[in-house]
Antibody
């Protein structure tokens, strides 16, 4: 079954760190770029980061640059998002999404999301 | 960054109506645009890619058009299950940016 399953969300205090993971199955993971997209409560969708299919290129939204790191493990079919120096405004449901191909296209498969709440 | 502006922010229409949603880019993006449908509690669903290409499995009542800066998503013969929020996404450059969404409500 082709799917993406996120995990790792939870409640964390401002300034702390959290790591999200996304497990992929049912497709050749190492052939696809992977993205993280988030949606804050009552807000729209915001793209967060991308890693190319081979990890050679990574891009980030300005709002997370220098604080978040995306990385992947093609041997275990997972993509992760290391989130440091978390802020209240990072509170959101985080989705991992598969790129159409290598990383420079749109998203054609999404997970169900994992909720991150940053609060003291 | 490329700004994406959707209009209207919400629309209410009856079953069977034709609904047209608009997305405008702050600079030309060719046809590097996708449309997504988002229902509460569910992951977004890809409807249209490259401005006018219908994703496999999406009903043919959905169609997209446009290029450059102006794009439209049309829902012909609106159905009850089309009640959702619709987002456009530009994939011309990074950072990827979404429109703010259009909420479609069934009267």
């Amino acid at each position: 079954q082709v799917q993406l399953v996120e995990s790792g969300g939870g409640v964390v205090q401002p300034g702390r760190s959290l790591r999200l993971s996304c497990a992929a199955s049912g497709f050749p993971f190492s052939s696809y770029g992977m993205h993280w997209v988030r949606q804050a409560p009552g807000k729209g969708l915001e793209w967060v980061a991308v890693t190319w299919y081979d990890g050679s290129n990574k891009y980030y939204a300005d709002s997370v640059k220098g604080r978040f790191t995306i990385f992947r493990d093609n041997s275990n079919n997972t993509v992760s998002l290391q989130m440091n120096s978390l802020r209240v405004e990072d509170t959101a449901v985080y989705y991992c999404a598969r790129d159409k191909i290598g990383g420079n296209w749109y998203f054609n498969l999404w997970g169900r999301g994992t909720l991150v709440t940053v609060s003291s | 960054d490329i700004q994406m502006t959707q209009s209207p922010s919400s629309v209410s229409a009856s079953v069977g109506d034709r609904v047209t949603l608009t997305c405008r880019a702050s600079q030309g993006i060719g046809t590097w645009l996708a449309w997504y449908q988002r229902k509460p509690g569910k992951a977004p669903n890809l409807l249209i890619y490259a401005a006018s290409n219908l994703q496999t499995g999406v009903p043919s009542r959905f169609s997209g058009s446009g290029s450059g800066t102006d794009f439209t998503l049309t829902i012909n013969s609106l159905q009850p299950e089309d009640s959702a929020t619709y987002y456009c996404l530009q994939f011309n450059s990074f950072p990827r940016t979404f429109g703010q969404g259009t909420n479609v409500e069934i009267k």
